[in-house]
C-alpha cells in the first residue's frame, strides 16, 4: 500500500509539473500571436520574484492568502466538499477581524491574536451553515455556499457603510496593536509588504496535515467523505463530521481574510465585487492536489506569476491579463487530465502490440 501511494504521489506531481509547463506554452503562444516576446516577458517575470529582497518579501506576501484559501479548498475536497463559498468566508474573516481590530483597545500582539481568531471564527460560523443544510437537509453545498457569497459580499458593504463608517467608502486603518505587518519583518526584506501571515498559513498547512492523515478526527472526516452511507454502517456520526468539515474548511478562509487584511490592506473598503483570492484557492488546490505540500507549492507558483505579472507588464509590456489565462490553462490541463490519459493511451497502445506479437509468434 506505501509503494502504490507513493507510485500515486509522484504521478500526481509529474501531472502537475507537466500541466504548468503546457500552461505556461500557451501563454506564450498567445504572447507570440499578440505580437509580444514570451521569453522576454518570463524573464521579465520571474526575476521580479527573486532577484531583489523587497520583491521576495512582496511575492510571499501574494503567496499567504492563496495557502490559506488553497487549504480550505483542499481540506473540503478530501471530505468530500466542494466548498465554493471560500470567497464569502474570507470576506466575512476580512469583516469579523477588522470589528474586532477597530472597536476592541487591547495590549499589542494580544490585539493582533484576538483579531486573527475573530476572522477564523467569521470564516466558520459563515461555513456552519451550508454544512448545516448539507447534513440535515441534503442541500447540495455548491448551491448554498455560492449564495453566501453573493450575502457575503453585501453585508460586508452594509457594515462599512452604515456601522464602521458613517457613509464612508472604507473604514479608518486598523491600529498597530492589531496590525499583522510588523517593522522587523518589513525589515528583512527592504521594507516590503510581507506579514506574519505567512506563518499563520505555514502552521494551518501542518495543522491539516495532522488532522486528515494523523488522527482519528480526520480518519473519519475523509471516510464521510469518501463513502458516508458505509461510514454511518460503521457507527460515525455522519452529519457532524460534514458541519465539522466546513467549520473547519471555514476556519482557513477566514484565517485568510484576517491575515489578508490586518497584513496587507489595513482597512475593510467597499467592494463592488469579489477579491478573488477565494476562487483562486480552488485552482491552488487542484493544481497542489488537495494535499498540504502540493497547496503550498501551487500557492508558491500563483503568488510568484500574481506579483511578477505586474513587471512582465512594465517591462515586457505584455498585459498581466495573460497571466489569467495562464492559470485558466493550468487549471484545464489538470482539470482534464491530460498527461494520465496519455499515459493511458500509451499502454494500451503498448498492450495491443504485445497481443498483436503473441498472436504472430502462436501463428
Given at each position: 500500500?506505501?509503494?502504490?501511494?507513493?507510485?500515486?504521489?509522484?504521478?500526481?506531481?509529474?501531472?502537475?509539473?507537466?500541466?504548468?509547463?503546457?500552461?505556461?506554452?500557451?501563454?506564450?503562444?498567445?504572447?507570440?500571436?499578440?505580437?509580444?516576446?514570451?521569453?522576454?516577458?518570463?524573464?521579465?517575470?520571474?526575476?521580479s520574484a527573486f532577484l531583489q529582497p523587497f520583491d521576495i518579501g512582496e511575492t510571499i506576501r501574494s503567496i499567504t492568502p492563496l495557502i490559506l484559501t488553497g487549504l480550505a479548498v483542499g481540506l473540503a475536497f478530501r471530505t468530500g466538499l466542494f466548498n465554493?463559498?471560500?470567497?464569502?468566508?474570507?470576506?466575512?474573516?476580512?469583516?469579523?477581524?477588522?470589528?474586532?481590530?477597530?472597536?476592541?483597545?487591547?495590549?499589542?500582539?494580544?490585539?493582533?491574536?484576538?483579531?486573527?481568531?475573530a476572522g477564523a471564527l467569521g470564516g466558520a460560523l459563515w461555513a456552519f451553515l451550508p454544512g448545516y443544510l448539507k447534513a440535515k437537509r441534503g442541500v447540495h453545498e455548491v448551491i448554498t455556499t455560492?449564495?453566501?457569497?453573493?450575502?457575503?459580499?453585501?453585508?460586508?458593504?452594509?457594515?462599512?457603510?452604515?456601522?464602521?463608517?458613517?457613509?464612508?467608502?472604507?473604514?479608518?486603518?486598523?491600529?498597530?496593536?492589531a496590525s499583522l505587518h510588523w517593522s522587523f519583518l518589513s525589515q528583512m526584506f527592504d521594507g516590503s509588504s510581507v506579514h506574519f501571515g505567512i506563518f499563520i498559513a505555514i502552521?494551518?498547512?501542518?495543522?491539516?496535515y495532522y488532522l486528515l492523515w494523523k488522527t482519528t478526527t480526520g480518519y473519519q472526516l475523509r471516510a464521510v467523505g469518501f463513502n458516508p452511507h458505509a461510514s454511518e454502517y460503521a457507527g460515525m456520526n455522519v452529519s457532524r463530521n460534514i458541519v465539522l468539515s466546513m467549520m473547519i474548511s471555514g476556519i482557513f478562509a477566514g484565517l485568510a481574510g484576517a491575515s489578508?487584511?490586518?497584513?496587507?490592506?489595513g482597512y475593510q473598503s467597499i467592494q463592488a465585487s469579489y477579491t478573488g483570492i477565494g476562487f483562486d484557492g480552488i485552482a491552488v488546490s487542484l493544481l497542489g492536489g488537495n494535499t498540504p505540500f502540493g497547496i503550498v507549492l501551487s500557492a508558491s507558483l500563483f503568488g510568484i506569476l500574481t506579483?511578477?505579472?505586474?513587471?512582465?507588464?512594465?517591462?515586457?509590456?505584455?498585459?498581466?491579463?495573460?497571466?489569467?489565462v495562464v492559470f485558466a490553462a493550468i487549471i484545464f490541463f489538470v482539470a482534464a487530465n491530460i498527461v494520465r490519459w496519455a499515459s493511458q493511451r500509451r499502454k494500451k497502445k503498448k498492450v495491443k502490440e504485445s497481443n498483436e506479437k503473441a498472436v504472430k509468434s502462436g501463428d
Open positions: 500500500m506505501q509503494v502504490l501511494s507513493k507510485i500515486n504521489k509522484q504521478s500526481s506531481f509529474f501531472a502537475s509539473l507537466i500541466s504548468v509547463i503546457m500552461g505556461l506554452l500557451v501563454g506564450g503562444v498567445m504572447m507570440i500571436l499578440a505580437g509580444y516576446n514570451p521569453i522576454q516577458a518570463y524573464i521579465a517575470l520571474f526575476q465554493i463559498g471560500v470567497e464569502g468566508q474570507f470576506i466575512i474573516g476580512q469583516l469579523a477581524a477588522v470589528i474586532v481590530a477597530i472597536k476592541l483597545d487591547l495590549p499589542p500582539v494580544l490585539h493582533a491574536i484576538v483579531a486573527v481568531i455560492i449564495m453566501m457569497n453573493f450575502i457575503a459580499l453585501y453585508l460586508s458593504n452594509l457594515a462599512v457603510t452604515e456601522w464602521l463608517t458613517e457613509g464612508a467608502d472604507k473604514t479608518k486603518n486598523v491600529p498597530e496593536s502552521v494551518a498547512a501542518i495543522f491539516m489578508e487584511l490586518l497584513g496587507t490592506s506579483y511578477g505579472g505586474s513587471n512582465m507588464e512594465f517591462v515586457a509590456g505584455v498585459p498581466r491579463e495573460v497571466i489569467r
